[in-house]
């Protein structure tokens, strides 16, 4: 069975500065990792996602995150963030398997202060 | 595209009462899920269904009901709803890894 933590409930933030979202997760067997934004009173939209390959993933509006398989962790970052990235972030992972079940963190409330 | 769809956008129940949320996909996905988050919780599965007549049990399935008649539907229903059951609905469909979310409906038992 998979878990997913995500170690932040909230998130403040100046407009301009970097931020960190922190995802730790556990799996015994290999997994696809994601992260999905939810804009508020909206469905969640798929940020960026590893499945393979080079451990820094880049996704849509500036965010990346790093897969660190020795620290299980997904942490997603930006360099700069803008008043329109204030949303709930979920991290989630999915197991290989037929059907692809995913399994969500809490979520990350990110709030951008002017 | 309209991409997934959910009717209704908004209900309130009373205890004991039964309904049906209806999904739909125009994207010719093969597998479809239905979701509720609850604050701090996150989304938990109810149900799934990885083809046209098939469905399975999520995480949180007590309480609901499912049926994949049709390739693009995928219907939950609740046959005696309780307030625990307060939560936003969100369907997904995805042809592989990656999941594209409905808009919700938001679900109120009194």
């Known amino acids: 069975a998979q878990s997913v933590t995500q170690l932040d409930s909230q998130v403040p933030v100046f407009e301009e500065a970097p931020v960190e979202l922190r995802c730790n997760y556990s799996s015994s067997v290999s997994v696809y990792l994601f992260w999905y934004v939810q804009y508020p009173n909206q469905g969640l939209q798929l940020l960026l996602k590893?499945?393979?390959?080079?451990?820094l993933v880049k996704g849509i509006n500036g965010f990346e995150a790093e897969f660190n398989k020795s620290q299980t962790s997904f942490h997603l970052r930006k360099p700069s963030v803008h008043i329109s990235d204030t949303a709930e972030y979920f991290c989630?992972?999915?197991?290989?398997?037929?059907?692809?079940?995913?399994?969500f963190g809490a979520g990350t409330r990110l709030f951008v202060k002017a | 595209n309209a991409g997934v769809t959910q009717t209704p956008k908004f209900r309130v129940l009373k205890t004991g009462q039964s309904m049906t949320l209806l999904c739909a996909q125009d994207m010719n996905h093969e597998y479809m899920y239905w979701y509720r988050q609850d604050p701090g919780m996150g989304l938990r599965l109810i149900h799934y269904?990885?083809?046209?007549?098939?469905?399975a049990k999520g995480e949180v399935p007590d309480g609901y009901n499912v049926s994949r008649l049709k390739k693009q539907n995928f219907l939950l229903g609740l046959e005696s709803a309780a307030p625990s059951q307060t939560s936003v609905y969100f369907c997904?469909?995805?042809?592989?890894?990656?999941?594209?979310f409905g808009p919700g409906t938001r679900l109120l038992v009194l």
């Open positions: 269904s990885v083809g046209e007549g098939t469905t």
């Open positions: 590893y499945l393979s390959g080079s451990t």
């Open positions: 997904a469909s995805s042809y592989s890894e990656t999941q594209y």
């Open positions: 989630a992972v999915s197991d290989l398997t037929g059907g692809f079940k995913t399994i």
